[in-house]
């Protein structure tokens, strides 16, 4: 598959960084309502639950047809509902609980079930979701293409719960994999065929945390499975970066020329 170049946007803070994702993200969901009638829409962990919170607030509560969005989970910690590792339950704390989504229309990993269970039940309800039209499918394979998935660049260059040089990373044939990272924690995740079939992706990297592996995943030079985020390639969809001046510190250092175009944009 060639690579797809993404779409890259820098910012100096990231109260601003913020701001725009909010704003990108309510013109994806109202081009999605407009064509379809429906958004869906795919959180993750990291900062996402709380850069959403700004949808909560004006303008964006008013603006917002929140009848037609349905949200999902890119992955999900194995724990109990209201655990605060829990990504469901932050994003109730942070987003959903201040905005008046319908309860029927949030769609959690089911807690209370082993991981394996946990990943097949959740495959299962995505899978009714194609049936009722909810979710679309993909052109090029038979995999959900969710509207927006928004995911949050990690330390190690990870996303959702891909993980570098894992087996998962391999996964063509689930759509939902259970992952253990070391014997004390599972999660669940959506494996890179869903991730990459979605019409849009966008990966927010923010913090000084994050300038290695945002830097090395721009650049590309090191072993793909070493950074999973290198493997986002939507097949038909858009990829767009989301990045603070402190994430893109290292890589805008490296490359001037950029650099200077992204500060006078």
């Known amino acids: 598959m060639e690579k797809i170049k993404p779409e890259l946007r820098i910012f100096e803070s990231s109260e601003e960084l913020s701001s725009n994702l909010a704003d ?28 959403l919170g700004k949808l909560s607030k004006e303008p964006y509560v008013r603006l917002v047809e929140w009848s037609k969005w349905h ?5 999900e910690n194995v724990v109990p509902k209201r655990h605060p590792d829990s ?43 194609l049936k009722s039209r909810t979710v679309q499918v993909s052109r090029s394979t038979d995999c959900p293409r969710f ?5 949050s660049l990690g330390p190690g260059g990870h996303v959702a719960s891909l993980y570098p040089n894992h087996p998962v990373l391999e996964e063509e044939s689930q759509w939902v994999a259970c992952v253990s990272k070391d014997e004390s924690c599972e999660s669940v995740t959506l494996t890179l ?4 079939a979605a019409t849009n992706v966008t990966i927010v990297a923010s913090g000084l945390d ?3 592996p945002f830097m090395d995943t721009m650049v590309g030079r ?18 767009v ?25």
């Open 241 to 265: 970066w989301f990045a603070d001046a402190s994430a893109a510190s290292l890589f805008l250092r490296a490359n001037e020329p950029y650099a200077t175009s992204a500060t006078d944009s």
């Open 193 to 196: 065929p869903v991730i990459n």
């Open 71 to 75: 949200v999902f989970w890119a992955e």
């Open 210 to 212: 994050t300038a290695r």
């Open 24 to 51: 990108y993200v309510l013109q994806v969901a109202e081009s999605a309502v407009k064509e379809r009638g429906s958004f869906s829409l795919v959180l993750s962990g990291g900062d996402i639950p709380i850069r």
């Open 222 to 239: 090191k072993p793909i499975r070493s950074h999973p985020a290198q493997m986002v390639l939507p097949r038909d969809g858009n990829l």
């Open 147 to 151: 509207d927006l998935i928004l995911l």
């Open 87 to 129: 990504y469901y339950w932050q994003a109730m704390q942070w987003f959903i609980s201040k905005v008046p989504l319908l309860p029927a229309h949030v769609n959690p990993v089911s807690p209370g079930l082993s991981g394996e269970s946990a990943a097949n039940s959740y495959e299962f309800a995505i899978r009714q979701h």
